[in-house]
């Protein structure tokens, strides 16, 4: 039987102790928080006494490694934020815990993120027999998983892939942002990266944009922008020749990200105000609606998937698995919008592909280097149903 420990009670930490405590591979769950109060409420709503809580601070390898003795668990799901992926993985290394995020890891004081940091832990997981499991959300996550179900089942070569993630929900807000806004800021406002040819391709924040259709959406302007799974897939699917990631941002959303970037509201470096030191993306996280907030009053659905051309059997052919998630669903079902749904249940599904033993290994993973057949096939059982398209019109 496998402890859990989830890190980070957010819309994310909600979604995934949910999931965790309503699985009976683990015998033991803990959600534990830099606020206590919030750990205590998402126990008490799944009820039971089944979810134990607690407060750390997670930036403290000390404070994490005094938890991790006390509860002894067998894997760490890191739902906290990407700032505290190597407080956690050092505490996993120091207590003999293994390890599952949703996010790489992050420095506070540079906009900036891939996996270097966190891949350069390989030797000393390797070294310990321990699992670290990285990207296990949808994106990264499902992503990574869909392409690696597309080259195992239907693609001897792939060629081009193009992720795609759309939210058409409409929560009522004027802006608001659906995970961490400071994180979410910090992801939308950097430039453009994807990979052709073997090198990496730099634009202009959302310089390249086109219309492209989702199921059961219609047509939703796309930008390109940079997401960290692309770094893994072109290193373990070295024959990809181009990998993009889009993403669907409304007029008015663009909008106040201008603003806010005009007026220096995104600066992530300190600023004295009156005496007092502030990061000004903190400041303006704290008063945007808090994500987990928004879900009473979101309508509408968010597509995500992977649109691949390549090769199979000698012929050229397009293939695209994607999953549609309906926030009201999500939100029925958890409390929670659809954003953090589709993170939180890959995150809690993977940990429990761990706890089966389905995945295991000594070393860093990411998540497209493991079996996705057992994977996907409970993905759609626990609320994030998938769908594949042949040969048809894909658009990029
Ligand atoms: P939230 O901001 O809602 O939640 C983060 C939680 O972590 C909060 O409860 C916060 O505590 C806690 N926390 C922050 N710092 C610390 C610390 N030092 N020690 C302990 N706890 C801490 O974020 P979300 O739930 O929206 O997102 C969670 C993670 O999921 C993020 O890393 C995000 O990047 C990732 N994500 C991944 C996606 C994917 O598809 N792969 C998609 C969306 C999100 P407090 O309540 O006190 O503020």
Known sequence: MCRALIIGAGGVGTVVTQKIAANPAFSDVMLASRTKSKCDAVAAAIGGNRVKTAQVDADSVAELCELFRSFRPDIVVNVALPYQDLTIMDACLECGCNYLDT???????????????????????????????????????????????????????????????????????????????????????????????????????????????????????????????????????????????????????????????????ARIDPIIYNGVEIVPIQFLKAVLPDPKSLGANYHGQTSIGCRIRGIKDGKERTYYIYNNCDHEQAFHETGTQAVSFTTGVPAALGASMWAKGLWRGAGVFNVEEFDPDPFLAELGPQGLPWHELFDTDIEV
């Open 103 to 265: 996010a790489n890891y992050e420095p506070k004081d540079e906009a900036h993120f891939e996996y270097s940091w966190q891949w350069a832990y390989q030797d000393r997981f390797k070294a310990a027999g321990l699992t670290a499991i990285l990207g296990c959300g949808f994106d990264p996550g499902v992503t990574a998983i869909f392409t690696a179900y597309a080259a195992k089942h239907h693609f001897d070569e792939i060629h081009y892939l193009d992720i795609v993630d759309c939210n058409a929900g409409n929560h009522g807000m004027a802006f608001a942002t659906n995970f961490n806004p400071e994180i979410n800021i910090r992801e939308v406002t950097q430039k453009g990266r994807y990979y052709e040819n073997g090198e990496w391709v730099v634009t202009e924040p959302h310089a390249i944009h086109r219309p492209l259709n989702y199921p059961e959406i219609g047509e939703r302007e796309s930008y390109v922008i940079y997401h960290e799974e692309l770094e893994s897939l072109v290193k373990n699917y070295p024959t990809i020749k181009r990998a993009r990631f889009w993403m669907t941002f409304g007029q008015e959303y663009l909008t106040h990200l201008r603003v806010i970037q005009n007026i220096g509201m």
